[in-house]
């Protein structure tokens, strides 16, 4: 079951919510439909799922509605229409307790500049959430004291959070939702209130925390960068809608329209890309025991110098050169054994475009993709790097 | 004479209330009363030395050893000017107005803060307390409470009581909403969110509001004293009628010794002193 899943999300402001709901059912626009009715249109339409332990990001320029939709997944929001549900329950029909309890124990919040108490302390700050859920005092600080380890503060439970640095009071705020045990945490633009290299420092620190504590995280930015290197999953928001869902690889290599294509357009794509998104099926293999007429033969028709070799089972075992295939065909050699290169580039999947393109410099020939187990997965060749460095569609 | 007579009006207003609010009028004063009362026999009762030493140390704690050390020479020369008795009066007297518009003011901003219909409507109300001539509003107090410390309290109130009610109003709005935010979605409850993030948030302007109330209500001693109100108001006025130079001169630096005292005091009450634990 999906942890959360949102369906037909709307929201309205203004007087006249059902009308404006119908007339955005009739295809009319947010411009149309604030002339008409005097209504705000901040969400037209928003569904989507979110499984659990997933990060997904809701990406946005502001008045995209991205802030919109995570207030309503805690009601902080009241959507005009549409369901959320958490866990298979649905939140938006949650009577007063029912949405207290979600409040404190299914979903935790980090916000953008933090949020804290400025009157309490550090450790006091983390334990607000706990002290809503009913705690007493002497349960809730070992928990207090151990989220504030996790995010590394430990030693300063007792200062006010103004003595804090915005890295350091985002740990608190962050430890602050991690202590109330909720399974989901929504992160409203968490990081955009820190400068760069605090902010590449913390988006690590969540990814490594993330590894070990296995939330539903749901993280809302305005910068693609952000959402490509946090992002399992990526939603990206267009005046209320949304325009794309997919994973960072394929809102990068298959942008669903031009407003997708022209947000993608300056993203380093060297970084986000791996070796899995641009490889292809080479053309052609043999096996050794192909012997070397039918490895010249499949090079002649490819129009390639070099072929690669597998054995049976898909495992990459080496590439012959076309001349050295010649040579064996020469010597009336059955087997390709003699001239099998195994000093070969091979790269793993998950390899990231920018240090592909540092192995692409030192060979001729392409590069292998090969998973854990030695298996052949495709190739890279220079020219399919450069092409996707530049952006080009395939 | 006015066409629209809105001075008849309003005298015909006042005589309706003083009948048929009499009953109230009474209980209000009753309470006003032995408020007053209570605080003139706490503030009169122990010898000066003691209530010397206690502003004195008070000062201490809460400014430091330069207001300790004036307070301790002001009051002192208070006494020595044999205007102590007329000082506690008037300090009973400001404490209880205070007391009253904080107990009406601070409730009433929390309104505001929370409806924008309210504070529109207080507004102008808020505007026209403080700007209307204070003598203006010893007229009805003595019409419905007659003469005494009572009216001059009542008086002292409608004038003293629009900065509690602005300032606990813009305290409360000044509450960063992230913050606010932040306690709504730990699943605090409006109650819970008011009494553990916006007032203690809003401590520091509301109390700059009391301080305001506390120097409103001193700054009407010698008016609610021309009703009756006594303490050293009426030494003031008798400084002036009975053209009793010195009376009137020492009356009025004891009002002001009185005035930066209280002043530091509510004044340091605002500042974060120890961090909450």
């Not at chain 1, 998973?371 to 080009?392: K, P």
Request: glycine share 8%.
């Amino acid at each position: 079951m999906e942890k959360i899943e949102v369906r037909g999300l709307r929201k309205i402001y203004g007087g006249n919510p059902e009308r404006a709901i119908a007339l955005l059912e009739k295809g009319q626009s947010k411009q149309q439909i604030l002339e008409e009715t005097g209504c705000t249109v901040a969400i037209q339409e928003a569904s989507f799922e979110v499984k659990a332990g997933e990060i997904f990001v809701i990406m946005g320029l502001s008045g995209s509605g991205k802030s919109t939709v995570l207030r309503c997944l805690n009601r902080l929001i009241e959507p005009s229409a549409g369901s959320v549900h958490v866990d298979g329950v649905d939140v938006t029909r949650a009577d007063r307790a029912g949405l207290l309890d979600v409040r404190r124990r299914k979903m935790a919040m980090v916000f953008q500049n933090f949020g804290l108490l400025p009157h309490r302390s550090v450790i006091r700050n983390v334990e607000y959430g706990l002290e809503m859920q009913g705690l007493e005092r002497r349960e809730s600080r070992p928990k207090a004291m151990q989220a504030l380890e996790l995010v590394g503060l430990k030693g300063y439970e007792e200062k006010l959070p103004r003595e804090l640095s915005g890295g350091m009071q985002q740990r608190v705020g962050l430890a602050r939702a991690i202590a109330t045990d909720a399974e989901i945490l929504l992160m409203d633009e968490a990081f955009s209130a820190l400068d760069p290299l605090i902010r590449r420092q913390m988006q690590d620190e969540l990814l490594e925390l993330q590894s070990r504590m296995n939330k539903t995280i749901v993280f809302i930015t305005h910068d693609l960068d952000e959402a490509l290197k946090l992002g399992g999953r990526i939603v990206i928001m267009k005046d209320g809608c949304i325009a794309q869902l997919g994973t960072p690889e394929e809102i990068l290599t298959s942008p669903a329209d031009d407003y997708v294509r022209a947000f993608v357009e300056h993203v380093d794509r060297t970084k986000v890309l791996t070796a899995r998104a641009i490889m292809r099926r080479p053309e052609s293999v043999v096996h050794p025991k192909d012997g070397p007429a039918l490895a010249v033969k499949r090079m002649r028709e490819s129009g390639t110098s070099t072929l690669f070799v597998t054995n049976q089972a898909r495992k990459l075992m080496g590439v012959v050169r076309i001349e050295d295939a010649l040579k064996l065909l020469a010597e009336n050699k059955h087997s390709l054994d003699g001239a099998l290169v195994t000093d070969l580039p091979t790269t793993s999947p998950d390899t990231p475009l920018a240090r592909l393109v540092a192995v692409a410099a030192t060979t001729q020939i392409p590069i292998a993709v090969v998973g854990e187990d030695q298996s052949f997965l495709g190739i890279v060749s220079r020219a399919t790097l450069l092409a996707s460095i530049a952006g080009e569609q395939r | 004479m006015s066409t629209l007579k809105i001075g008849e009006g309003f005298e015909e207003l006042i005589d309706w209330l003083g009948t048929r609010g009499a009953p109230v009028f009474d209980a209000i004063r009753a309470v006003l009363t032995a408020c007053i009362s209570g605080l003139e026999s706490a503030l009169l009762l122990p010898p000066s030395y003691a209530i010397i030493a206690v502003l004195m140390v008070l000062a201490w704690r809460l400014c430091g050893l330069g207001t300790a050390v004036f307070t301790a020479l002001g009051m002192l020369l208070i006494q020595d000017m044999g205007l102590w008795k007329a000082t506690m009066e008037t300090l009973a007297l400001v404490l209880s107005s205070a007391l009253v518009a904080l107990v009406l003011g601070i409730p009433l901003g929390i309104w505001a803060a929370y409806s924008r219909v309210v504070e529109r409507v207080l507004r102008p109300a808020l505007d026209l307390m403080q700007t209307m001539p204070a003598f203006v509003y010893l007229i009805p107090a003595v019409l419905f409470f007659r003469l005494g410390k009572v009216p001059g309290v009542v008086a002292t109130v409608i004038f003293a009581m629009p900065p509690a009610v602005r300032l606990t109003n813009l305290g409360i709005r000044q509450v960063p909403a992230e913050v606010v935010e932040a306690a709504i979605a730990f699943g605090a409850t409006p109650r819970q969110t008011l009494l553990n993030v916006q007032l203690p948030i809003a401590v520091p302007t509301l109390l700059a509001g009391v301080n305001q109330t506390i120097m409103l209500s001193l700054s009407m001693v010698v008016i609610s004293a021309m009703i009756g109100a006594g303490g050293l108001g009426e030494q003031v006025l008798k400084g002036i009628t009975q053209l009793r130079i010195g009376l009137g001169f020492e009356s009025g630096i004891a009002v002001v010794i009185l005035a930066i005292v209280l002043d530091r005091l509510t004044h340091a009450l605002g500042k974060p002193r120890t961090r909450s634990s």
